[in-house]
């Protein structure tokens, strides 16, 4: 019996997708799969009754949008135009200049200032390598430093260093307007090195807390430094009144530093650099004018006769406890000053140490009565006048009345029968009243033959140095001359003069009565090196050769003769000439007599006059204050050493030595 079997399920195959016109297509083979079906989709259909069919989304329309974007652009470029213009068209000249100022920076270069040499050409002033310690104060700004109180920190750190105040410091620091500022003029090489191992060490800090994400600030990077010189003194306190100083500034202060400063200074140049960061950039180029070298300037001084000089004369000071004191050494033949010596002194190295007091050249700006060293003029216009010889009788009483004073001598003594020359050696005042009053016939014409020749002498007047602060001393016209100037002023009270122009006196007479201006300059080098001799000194005639002579010979006794007041300035070999000065002092402060002035004056060799050596000392208070007893000593060393260094030789006879004194009845 047939097996039954079940009715087969007939399973229904895909829809036919319709065509365009909504039919089933073209009908397909029996087997083969549809190709183009479409992969049925994973998102369930939306029944139609719930949602009705297919919805889609909608964008907005973006061009409304591209538009501001677009507008806003351009206008952003606008303004970037406009500026442009301004900067570059506008105001274009006004931001080169800007530009330029803070690109570019000028400074001075400074001229080597000219060495001062002795008479051999060994230096007494010269010039050393030094930096002047700069900053730009646009870099100690928070925004260049990164550090809100660079130039405190920056002041701290330089203020022990260069001396200088931190509060100082601070401020020329703190002007960001400036590019350039002065921190400290002329400091030494080794300033400079302690600056820059700072800044090595601040700069390698600052980069390696940048390197770790910190601010890197650096408080140094802004101090700069300019090459110039230094004036250093080798031979320290030596000359210092003759040579004076070079200020902060770079120029002469005082003395033959500030009198020849035109010459020494040379012409200073400029350099004008691109920088960035306060460092040159070298491809930027730079423009620069050299500086011109001063001029170096020989002095006549001997260095190791001033050494001497100024050795004695600051032994006795101390010893005496007096003021100060000056010597002056003069070649009789040239004027040439060889030496110009004051104690105390005073290092010009190292001005802050000084005292005001000290600076200057006593020598020529002190004036001061002379005393009995002045006699020699009066006894020079005595002989060149004829109203006496060296031989004249004069009869010396211990008192002398006049006008409105009684005179005296220096001791009290009994009747003196002197002779001229017996005065001059016993350095009377009162034989030197009654010598000059044979001048006239009346007293006011003897005061104005010996004005005369006081003036012929050089007093009243300068020197001829042209020295900075030289006083011309005082000497009044005869017809002011009070009733006692008419008889103090021959014995060296009542006029005033300084060192140097007591010095002239006598080497006046040493060099046969005819007067050199007195000279300190020999010569001087340019900067091509080609030497020029300084301009012959004025000759002036004062008396004859004569008289001058007479009076060389008369000079021996107050050294020679046992009855002389200078008899410590002896010097074994030599024939000297000289005379002893004491006179009543005027203090400067109160302008009233206190105290002495001491003095020794002379030449040597008498028969052969080379060198002329002048010694005062102003209110001695310990020991001796006369002049042959302090003075003569001095004059002793400084004249032998001067006379051994220029190997003069000794005298080739003996002294003349002319009477004293005379027996009454004679």
């Not at 400063?261 to 620069?288: C, F, H, M, W």
């Not at 602060?469 to 009542?494: C, K, R, V």
């Not at 006196?505 to 080609?530: C, F, M």
């Not at 206190?594 to 208070?621: E, H, L, M, R």
Request: net charge positive; proline share 7%.
């Amino acid at each position: 019996m047939p097996s039954k079997e079940p009715p087969r399920r007939r399973v229904p195959g895909p829809a036919r997708p319709r065509n365009a016109a909504g039919g089933s297509g073209r009908p397909r083979s029996a087997g083969r799969p549809d190709a183009r079906r479409p992969r049925p989709s994973s998102r369930p259909r939306k029944d139609a009754r719930r949602g009705g069919g297919r919805q889609s989304i909608r964008l907005g329309n973006p061009r409304p949008r591209l538009r501001l974007i677009s507008l806003c652009l351009t206008l952003v470029m606008l303004a970037f135009v406009v500026r442009l213009l301004q900067v570059q068209a506008v105001d274009a000249n006004a931001y080169t200049a800007k530009a330029e100022k803070n690109r570019y920076l000028e400074y001075t270069i400074a001229a080597e200032r000219g060495e001062i040499t002795d008479r051999s050409g060994i230096a007494l002033a010269t010039s050393v390598d030094a930096h002047d310690i700069t900053a730009d104060p646009m870099l100690f700004t928070p925004e260049e430093s990164n550090a809100p109180d660079a130039p405190q920190q920056a002041a701290a750190l330089l203020a022990p260093i260069l001396g200088r105040d931190a509060a100082e410091l601070t401020k020329k620091l703190s002007t960001p307007k400036s590019r350039y500022t002065v921190l400290a003029r002329r400091q030494t090489p080794q300033v400079w090195k302690q600056i820059k191992d700072l800044k090595s060490a601040f700069a390698e800090k600052a980069a390696a807390d940048k390197a770790r994400g910190g601010p890197g600030a650096n408080v140094l990077a802004g101090v700069l430094q300019e090459p110039t010189t230094k004036r250093v003194y080798p031979n320290g306190d030596l000359a210092a009144g003759i040579l004076g100083f070079v200020n902060a500034e770079g120029k002469g202060g005082g003395g033959l530093e500030a009198q020849l400063n035109g010459q020494l200074a040379g012409e200073d140049g400029t350099i004008r650099y691109a920088q960035a960061g306060g460092r040159p950039v070298p491809t930027a180029g730079s423009k620069e004018i050299p500086a011109v070298a001063g001029t170096d300037v020989e002095l006549t001084i001997d260095r190791d006769i001033q050494w001497a000089a100024q050795r004695a004369i600051a032994d006795q000071v101390e010893e005496s406890k007096a003021d100060r004191g000056y010597v002056i050494v003069q070649n009789t033949k040239t004027g040439e000053v060889l030496a110009m010596a004051n104690a105390p002194g005073y290092d010009p190295n190292d001005l802050s140490q000084v005292d005001g007091a000290a600076l200057g050249n006593a020598a020529l700006q002190d004036v001061y009565e002379p005393g009995s060293t002045s006699k020699i003029m009066s006894m020079a216009a005595v002989l060149e006048e004829g109203a006496a010889t060296p031989a004249t009788h004069v009869v010396v009483p211990n008192r002398l009345h006049r006008g409105d004073r009684l005179f005296r001598d220096d001791i009290d003594h009994p009747t003196w029968y002197l002779t001229l020359n017996g005065v001059l050696a016993k350095s009377s005042n009162i034989g030197t009243i009654l010598a000059t009053g044979q001048l006239g016939k009346t007293q006011a014409e003897a005061n104005k033959v010996l004005y005369s020749y006081l003036r012929k002498f050089g007093l009243g007047s300068t020197t001829g140095l042209d020295y900075p602060g030289e006083s011309p001393g005082i000497l009044a016209a005869p017809g002011d001359w009070s009733t006692s100037q008419q008889y103090t002023i021959p014995f060296g009270q009542g006029l005033s003069l300084n060192a140097m122009q007591a010095a002239s006196v006598y080497q006046t007479i040493a060099n046969g009565g005819v007067r050199i201006e007195p000279s300190l300059v020999r010569g001087t080098k340019g900067a091509d090196g080609r030497y020029t001799a300084a301009q012959a000194p004025k000759k002036t005639r004062v008396v004859s050769e004569k008289t001058a002579k007479t009076l060389a010979t008369m000079l021996e006794s107050v050294v020679d003769d046992q009855e002389g007041t200078g008899t410590k300035a002896h010097i074994e070999g030599y024939r000297v000439a000289g005379k002893t000065g004491t006179a009543n002092r005027v203090d400067p402060v109160r302008g009233v007599y206190k105290g002495y002035t001491s003095s020794f004056a002379g030449f040597a060799p008498a028969d052969d006059p080379q060198i002329t050596v002048y010694c005062a000392i102003q209110n001695p208070t310990q020991g001796s204050y006369f002049g042959g007893q302090i003075c003569g000593p001095i004059y002793k060393k400084v004249m032998e050493f001067a006379l051994k260094t220029l190997q003069t030789p000794p005298s080739g006879s003996d002294p003349a030595r002319l009477p004293v004194s005379f027996k009454p009845g004679e």
